[in-house]
């Protein structure tokens, strides 16, 4: 039986909310001092997935200056079928890929003593006495102080009705084509040309050439399609631009399912545990972006851990919260609601100030004038839902 080996910290998955948070301690000196250790049973060496994000000032894209990100300060929203090219400046839309993205995470912590990185597959987490936690894999238990967690688990949401859960899935292709069809200088966000066939579905395209795009088929849907579906829909969308399946190379693919929900994750939270990532509820519920949530909750994270505080008093809920969870009722009460929900506020709206918004950097006032361009009625619905749903004695709300 091997020596059971005691860390301040443990951070259980490399993943991209794991790796910033390893990285941020490395570059940190308070925790020069105190021994780390992170767990993953992945090596982390594939380019198997991009993040994307949007920022404002140079400041909030410096971090990322080093993966060489692909960048578009124009982005295309469909709108009776055809795409309407939006100007975001002050903002630029970014897309980050993994493999850079590791190699340069795993770089930081290889430069700190003090951080170790072992691939192994976590089996259990559990509190002991004495304020510890006990992480288990195959080879041995690790004992810590502090543990913060980003594995994900589907099952919980699923298995509870007071939240609506929808799926952010989609299927990727990063093709490179014989024919120059794409903008380069424009990234269609939201392109609902594509049949909805009851559902909020849509296709999304990162051109980094006038030859070379991230294709992905994208809903926002309780359930995944077979593989075929997705597969489909993108080999029907190439043909629309003029490209035939002999005029293109798919190099590689990526797939994927974000949840989109007001779900508490949080719950799962106590004083020397933080789950982080999409598994702490950091995925924005409404569009599943997590990559620059993920980022800025480190940001916060890192002085929080100096003062000495309970993990579970790290979380605050604000009113964007509020926000998705009655976007979020409204789609899962109709599902097809999403295509006239998205093109009338990008058609009423500027761009920039959407986007303000989906970062939750807008004043109140702001977000009045966001929600006004959505469907009024639709929406005072699902407000007085999800009030009576949050204050009506817990009987009522299974």
Not at 9 to 17: F, K, P
Not at 45 to 55: A, E, I, P, V
Not at 72 to 101: K, M
Not at 142 to 157: E, I
Request: with cysteine; aromatic share 14%; glycine share 4%.
């Amino acid at each position: 039986m091997k020596e059971t080996e005691v860390y301040d910290y443990i951070i259980v998955g490399a993943g991209a909310a794991g790796l910033m948070l390893g990285s941020a301690m490395a570059l940190d000196p308070y925790f020069s001092s105190k021994k780390i250790l992170l767990l993953d049973p992945d090596p982390k060496d594939k380019n198997d997935r991009s993040w994307c994000f949007w920022s404002k000032e140079e400041k909030e894209a410096e971090p990322w200056q080093a993966l060489q990100p692909h960048y578009w300060s124009h982005i295309g929203v469909s709108y009776q079928n055809h795409i309407v090219d939006h100007t975001i400046a002050p903002y630029r839309y970014t897309l980050v890929e993994a493999a850079p993205f590791y190699a340069l995470m795993k770089k930081r912590l290889s430069a700190a003593p003090q951080i170790s990185l072992k691939q192994e597959a976590v089996s259990q987490v559990q509190e002991r006495s004495l304020g510890l936690m006990a992480v288990s894999t195959e080879a041995r238990t690790y004992l810590s102080r502090q543990v913060f967690d980003s594995r994900f688990n589907y099952k919980p949401l699923l298995q509870q009705q007071q939240y609506p859960v929808l799926q952010q899935h989609f299927i990727g292709w990063f093709v490179k084509s014989n024919k120059a069809v794409f903008n380069s200088q424009q990234a269609v966000f939201m392109d609902f040309s594509v049949p909805q066939k009851g559902n909020t579905r849509f296709m999304y395209l990162l051109p980094s050439s006038p030859t070379e795009a991230l294709v992905e088929y994208t809903l926002f849907s309780p359930t995944r399609l077979q593989t075929k579906e997705y597969e489909k829909a993108i080999e029907d969308y190439l043909s629309n631009l003029g490209l035939g399946t002999n005029d293109y190379e798919v190099q590689r693919t990526e797939t994927g399912s974000i949840p989109m929900s007001c779900y508490p994750f949080e719950q799962e939270n106590h004083a020397h545990y933080l789950k982080i990532g999409t598994a702490g509820g950091w995925s924005k519920p409404s569009t599943g972006y997590t990559f620059q949530n993920s980022h800025k909750k480190i940001q916060a994270l890192i002085p929080y851990l100096k003062t000495g505080k309970p993990l579970h008093k790290f979380h605050k809920r604000n009113r964007f919260w509020w926000y998705d969870r009655i976007l979020l009722r409204v789609l899962s009460q109709d599902n097809s609601q999403g295509k006239p929900i998205f093109e009338g506020l990008f058609k009423k709206r500027s761009a920039p100030l959407i986007l303000k918004f989906l970062a939750e950097d807008t004043h109140f006032l702001q977000e009045l004038y966001i929600m006004s361009a959505a469907p009024l009625w639709r929406f005072t619905k699902a407000f007085f839902r999800v009030m009576a749903q949050s204050f009506l004695p817990s009987r009522n709300k299974k």
